[in-house]
């Protein structure tokens, strides 16, 4: 029989929020490891926000870091550009300021792929000092590189 943590995780990385839903008020424990080791917010459809907002209410930790790449969500949401993902992590305490094991930031993720929209967040939510390849480039060329802030 599948435990209540694989269901959890499957539902959350097939995007189905009402299945989370209901697993979560059933008392299906939100940071519970999958058999693969992951938690629900680790293996979650970055696409579906709702999915994060309610593993993130049920208290699910936005900072869980992958043990093997340190990647954490934002890390995710930031390099496939899912912006509404990205801002209920923040929300709920994620932080931005994190490397992975490469020594990328969510930033240069988001930089590398072109989600312009995401970056500009990242840079204006960290005060544009988080680095960001973008960030250093305007630094060293000494331009100021504008970053609109989003009020969400």
Same mark, same amino acid.
């Given at each position: ?9 499957t ?6 929020a ?6 979560l008020?059933a ?10 080791g992951?938690?629900?917010i ?7 926000a709702r999915v994060?907002?309610? =593993?993130l ?5 936005p900072?869980?870091a992958?043990?093997?790449? =340190? ?12 912006l509404?993902? =990205?801002?209920?992590l923040h ?6 300021d ?13 930089e ?19 680095g960001g ?7 060293a ?8 802030v989003?009020?969400?």
């Amino acid at each position: 029989m599948e435990s209540s943590a694989d269901r959890l995780a499957t539902a959350a990385a097939r995007g189905r929020a009402e299945e989370v839903r209901a697993l979560l008020e059933a008392g299906a424990p939100p940071n519970a490891l999958n058999l693969h080791g992951r938690s629900p917010i680790q293996v979650m459809m970055m696409g579906s926000a709702r999915v994060a907002e309610l =593993l993130l209410l049920h208290g699910a930790d936005p900072n869980r870091a992958d043990p093997a790449t =340190l990647t954490r969500p934002v890390h995710d949401a930031a390099r496939e550009g899912f912006l509404d993902t =990205l801002v209920a992590l923040h929300r709920a305490g994620a932080r931005l300021d994190v490397r992975d094991a490469w020594s990328r930031l969510p930033v240069d993720l988001a930089e590398e792929r072109g989600h312009r929209d995401v970056a500009r967040y990242l840079r204006a939510a960290t005060g544009g000092t988080e680095g960001g390849s973008q960030a250093r480039t305007n630094a060293a060329e000494g331009t100021g590189g504008e970053v609109a802030v989003l009020r969400i």
